[in-house]
């Protein structure tokens, strides 16, 4: 799993840009993770669903119990 994160991350995010120093890289791939590819990418591997989806029906779940 880490493997294609760390794929799809270069993929289609970072080969797109240049950055000057390692903490505006850094703030900007928070911004990816967080941003997108949380909430709005969404990933076979959850049944086309976002992570945050996935996570929110398991917190509704869990309050219902």
Same mark, same amino acid.
């Given at each position: 799993m880490?493997?294609?994160f760390f794929s799809v991350l270069k993929n289609e995010w970072l080969s797109r840009?240049?950055? #000057?120093?390692? +903490?505006?890289?850094r703030? &900007? *791939? *928070?911004?990816?993770?967080?941003?997108?590819?949380?909430?709005k990418r969404l990933h076979s591997g959850l049944g086309y669903q976002t992570p945050q989806e996935v996570e +929110? &029906?398991?917190l509704t779940r869990? #309050?219902?119990a």
């Open positions: 880490a493997e294609s840009f240049t950055f #000057s120093t390692r +903490d505006k890289a703030r &900007q *791939v *928070v911004r990816y993770i967080e941003g997108f590819y949380n909430r +929110d &029906q398991y869990r #309050s219902a």
